[in-house]
T-cell receptor, first 115, second 115 residues
Framework: NAGVTQTPKFQVLKTGQSMTLQCAQDMNHEYMSWYRQDPGMGLRLIHYSVGAGITDQGEVPNGYNVSRSTTEDFPLRLLSAAPSQTSVYFC??????????????FGPGTRLTVT | AQTVTQSQPEMSVQEAETVTLSCTYDTSESDYYLFWYKQPPSRQMILVIRQEAYKQQNATENRFSVNFQKAAKSFSLKISDSQLGDAAMYFCAYRAAYNNNDMRFGAGTRLTVKP
């Protein structure tokens, strides 16, 4: 049971490039989320999904796209990277169908630098 | 909108002593959960303790306990018998009971433990 996995761990992009951050979970969780962590600001929700085929925007969605074609995977796409997207990105999952859930389980994070 | 405030950017404690980290939150919901997460230098988000708002009894987990004051919207974390391994960033977080995805975080408190 690997929990929540994220790849890559580190990435450097040039302004304007696009890329996809991968997230997978093997706990059969319904809910998955993407957060970004910036210094002095804690974690902020980018996008989330309540199940395969269902996604919605969080607090800071601009510049990012998501999709959820399977229960396990929830990739985050940066369409045209900007220096303001330099951050640490966390994927999280929670909740089995029909079972009350409490905490979210976090992946190890991806440190992204945009130059 | 729900907000979480951690007013102490940094705290320090002597090994074996007790320290309290503060957190206040703002919500109009009556049913919600509160969390403390620990983030060591590895970046991994680790759940320390959880409190359900409908429970009057304060949660405890070994050396970690909370002081939950629902009317005051306050949720402090007490670490007893501090150990060197407790040194980390600590984040207070809030989630409405109906919303599995939208967890709101405070800006964090960096805890230093002095030998």
């Amino acid at each position: 049971n690997a929990g929540v996995t994220q790849t890559p761990k580190f990435q450097v992009l040039k302004t304007g490039q696009s890329m996809t951050l991968q997230c997978a979970q093997d706990m059969n969780h319904e809910y998955m989320s993407w957060y970004r962590q910036d210094p002095g600001m804690g974690l902020r929700l980018i996008h989330y999904s309540v199940g395969a085929g269902i996604t919605d925007q969080g607090e800071v969605p601009n510049g990012y796209n998501v999709s959820r074609s399977t229960t396990e995977d929830f990739p985050l796409r940066l369409l045209s990277a900007a220096p303001s997207q330099t951050s640490v990105y966390f994927c999280a999952s929670s909740g089995l169908a029909g079972v009350p859930s409490y905490e979210q389980y976090f992946g190890p994070g991806t440190r992204l630098t945009v130059t | 909108a729900q907000t979480v405030t951690q007013s102490q950017p940094e705290m320090s404690v002597q090994e074996a002593e007790t320290v309290t980290l503060s957190c206040t939150y703002d919500t109009s919901e009556s049913d919600y959960y509160l969390f403390w997460y620990k983030q060591p230098p590895s970046r991994q988000m680790i759940l320390v303790i959880r409190q359900e708002a409908y429970k009057q009894q304060n949660a405890t987990e070994n050396r970690f306990s909370v002081n939950f004051q629902k009317a005051a919207k306050s949720f402090s974390l007490k670490i007893s018998d501090s150990q060197l391994g407790d040194a980390a960033m600590y984040f207070c977080a809030y989630r409405a009971a109906y919303n599995n995805n939208d967890m709101r975080f405070g800006a964090g408190t960096r805890l230093t433990v002095k030998p």
